[in-house]
């Protein structure tokens, strides 16, 4: 190194520089997930073994679902994210959008290897079952606190704030569940004019016993601040805090659930990595591993036997689990997402 | 201008006029391209980073080109005869068979669904059933009805013809709470539906009560910072620097924790008795006023400030010798001159205030979002940008139309700001 002359030296670097500039324009594979303990989770299952098994480095990131990202680089054609997890009705607009490559399935072992849900539309690939559950703390209530949705709705018996997400998806269910619908008849009620105002005169009820959470992070901090009483929460979160040495309580019955899943950004430049990666995070083995660590259902057909015995009790598919459950309506939400944000947001505003 | 006039001077004395006219224009036009050279960096970037994203942003609040872009036979159709016949239906069947190939129909359908809901399931079986569709179709408007009747209903034909033009005061009337009737005259929305003006009034109100806010306590700051002695000046402009120099989501952070349920507030009220349980103190219009106003404080301190600074203290002097009472001689001859410091500042905390974000987005509850976070929701959750577009026009010329009624109230030139020859 010492014989070497300058003008060498800075020869070499501009080459290097040139390598890297290179390099820069194919850039690292980059999957967009939910954050927090969730990501934790999918970086030991899935992003260390992509990067160990192919050698390539893989950039992860957190978003909170906004498609304004997606829509902007696609129609400026600068596209920086390559795979992208995301709910499924968000998932469905976004392809006939046309911002969202539509999949190949051979490349990723065929539709049959998943279960059905999982085929989501042209463009998904169903990589979790989630669900929302009711939670509270048992150090601050007990462990006889609410048990259903008209429990949550019991200001008397347990007052203070709840907290429910700030959508209309998901609350609108809630509300009609805790009137006394059963679960599968949520969506023919909220179908018609009556049936959504049923769901606002019940959510009125407690309208001023609300805290809106707006990330998946908030409800088991709040529970464990003690900010709310009670809470509406995705069912790995509130594991994850019982893992942590919470004692929260997780209420299934009137859970929703729904599938999560991969989308491959349209015009991606690294097509390719893309499938590789969600090939591996698809495989059952690895599949297992995630659930093993957060207790999201898998969609693989070979991937629930894999996981542990303890975590099965868990996951929202559990049949216990799924007794008065109720599945989120994908289409549904696709066409009155836009009205009923909007009459959700006024009813919240006033 | 002066310099000019000297330099021609002796051929004034010549009394050669037309050539003395000839090298005074010149020399004013010598000036004239030099400090537009020097502008000129500014005035790029105006027009870079801020003329150019306001037009595109103005275009997007009127610009809905999807149904015509993507829908060109049926909007050719429309366009010309205007009925929803048997060869609308027609041309709608070869426009869903091309953007089935194109995959655009979803962007069609997504800006239908916007006005009228239950367009997403129409257009998305449409496409499906056209591709496994018979050759000869007899009639077209009999294969549309048979998918679903709501292709022949008024109330989706209508919106069908609202979003035919490529520019449309669609959004625009949206964020007024409006929409055009079946006939194309204005009608309310439904009353559940309607939102808007509401925020609207709740931004301007919450903007107003901030500058109030600020104007009572900022005020005797100032005049304490600009008449006290050099180092307690120096003590004080720094307590003011200080939080302004701090990042912004730290204080609103701090904020949230200090207001908490277990925070430090409401534990210092519950160990002094104050309080049995727990005010509810932020994630309320309280945590709003209360952040905000500690955000916006330098921004009328400072200005006050330094319009304060050079206030003589003579005047209050003499005042008082001509036998004014202290209270009298302040608001008689020593507010009046602060004026200029102080419309200035409250005007730059409304301005500010009235487009706020983050702030009462982290501490406010859904009854305390401004026009801002309806911007962002649009912008980011829904993307439904034109609507986003249309909310940010209607911002910008409530601004707008205050700033004027301001510069109306306030005739006096002294205090307009950039009014002439102060």
Redesign the interface.
């Known amino acids: 190194m010492t014989h070497l002359k300058v003008p060498t030296v800075i020869a070499a670097a501009t080459v290097a520089m040139a390598l890297s500039a290179t390099a820069s324009g194919a850039r690292d594979l980059t999957v967009i997930s939910w954050g927090g303990a969730y990501q934790d989770a999918q970086r030991d299952a899935f992003f260390q073994p992509y990067q160990e098994l192919t050698g390539q480095t893989l950039i992860d990131e957190p978003y909170n679902?906004?498609?304004?990202k997606i829509?902007a680089m696609v129609e400026v054609g600068d596209v920086t994210w390559d795979v992208v997890q995301m709910e499924a009705p968000e998932l469905e607009?976004a392809?006939?959008?046309?911002l969202l490559e539509p999949i190949d399935w051979s490349r990723i072992g065929g539709q049959d290897s998943v279960i059905p849900d999982a085929v989501m539309g042209d463009c998904g690939v169903g990589t979790i079952v989630w669900s929302v559950i009711i939670a509270y703390d048992e150090d601050r209530l007990g462990s006889d606190g609410p048990q259903n949705w008209a429990d949550f709705w019991n200001v008397e018996q347990w007052p203070g704030k709840r907290s429910l997400r700030?959508t209309a998806k998901l609350t609108l269910e809630a509300a009609l569940m805790a009137d006394g619908v059963p679960a599968d008849e949520v969506y023919q009620v909220l179908a018609t004019e009556e049936g959504v105002d049923r769901a606002?005169a019940k959510l009125d009820e407690i309208k001023d016993h609300i805290?809106?959470f707006e990330s998946g992070a908030q409800p088991p901090q709040w529970l464990a601040?003690?900010?709310v009483v009670v809470t509406a929460a995705y069912n790995g979160r509130i594991a994850s805090a019982v893992e942590e040495g919470r004692n929260f309580a997780s209420v299934w019955d009137g859970q929703l659930y729904a599938l999560d899943g991969w989308a491959i950004v349209n015009g991606s430049p690294n097509v390719d990595a893309a499938y590789d990666f969600i090939k591996l995070a698809t495989e059952p083995e690895n599949q297992a591993n995630l659930s093993n660590k957060i207790p999201y259902g898998p969609t693989h057909v070979d991937a629930i036997p894999a996981t542990d015995e303890a975590v099965q009790s868990q996951l929202p598919t559990n049949p216990d689990n799924l007794q008065n459950a109720l599945p989120i309506d994908t289409?549904f939400w696709?066409?009155?997402?836009?009205?009923l944000?909007?009459?959700f947001?006024?009813?919240?505003?006033? | 201008m002066q310099s000019s006039t000297y330099s021609t001077e002796p051929e004034l004395r010549s009394g050669n006029i037309s050539g003395l006219r000839r090298d005074f224009a010149a020399a004013e036009r010598r000036q004239k391209t030099g400090s537009l050279l020097l502008l000129l960096p500014l005035l790029l970037f105006t027009i870079v980073f801020f003329a150019t994203p306001i037009t595109g942003l103005l275009f997007r609040a009127v610009h809905s080109p999807e149904y015509a872009s993507f829908f060109p036979n049926s909007t050719e159709h429309l366009q010309s005869s205007g009925s929803f016949n048997e060869r609308f239906y027609e041309t709608l069947f070869l426009d869903i068979r091309s953007s089935d190939e194109a995959r655009t129909s979803g962007r069609v359908a997504r800006r239908l669904n916007q006005d009228q809901s239950g367009f997403i399931t129409m257009v998305k079986r449409a496409v499906r059933a056209s591709r496994s569709a018979p050759e000869d179709i007899t009639s077209y408007q009999s294969w549309f009805l048979d998918l679903d009747d709501r292709w022949g209903e008024p109330d989706y034909q209508n919106a069908i013809r609202r979003a035919v033009p490529k520019f449309t005061d669609f959004y625009l009337l949206a964020t007024l709470d409006m929409k055009r009737g079946e006939t194309g005259g204005f009608e309310k929305s439904p009353e559940n539906q309607a939102i808007f003006v509401n925020v609207i009034l709740r931004t301007l109100w919450i903007s107003f009560s901030v500058t109030m806010i600020c104007v009572l306590l900022g005020y005797p700051v100032a005049w304490t910072m600009a008449n006290a002695s050099k180092k307690w000046r120096n003590i004080l402009l720094l307590g003011v620097l200080f939080s302004f120099w701090t990042s912004l989501l730290v204080r609103t952070a701090a904020w949230v924790i200090v207001l908490q349920k277990e925070g430090p507030v409401n534990n210092a009220l519950q160990t002094l008795g104050l309080i049995d349980a727990p005010l509810q103190l932020v994630f309320n219009r309280f945590g709003v006023y209360v952040a905000l106003t500690h955000i916006l404080l330098p921004f009328l301190i400072f200005p006050l400030y330094s319009v304060m600074v050079g206030i003589p203290k003579d005047l209050m002097r003499a005042a008082k010798s001509l036998g004014a009472r202290p209270v009298r001689a302040f608001f008689s001859i020593y507010v009046p001159q602060t004026f200029p410091g102080l419309s200035a500042g409250a005007i730059l905390v409304f301005v500010l205030s009235i487009g706020y974000y983050i702030t009462p987005a982290l501490v406010g509850g859904p009854k305390d979002q401004m026009l801002s976070y309806f911007i962002a929701f649009y912008t980011n959750n829904t993307i439904n940008w034109g609507l986003a577009a249309a909310l940010a026009l209607n911002l910008l010329v409530v601004t707008l139309v205050l700033y004027s009624l301001y510069q109306y109230i306030i005739r006096d030139k002294r205090l307009r700001l950039g009014g002439d020859d102060v």
Do not use: Y
């Not at chain 1, 392809?95 to 046309?98: A, I, L, T």
């Not at chain 1, 947001?345 to 006033?350: F, G, H, T, Y």
């Open positions: 679902g906004e498609l304004a829509k607009n392809c006939d959008e046309g700030k606002f805290q809106w601040s003690g900010d289409l696709i066409e009155n997402v836009e009205q944000n909007q009459r947001n006024n009813w919240a505003s006033q």
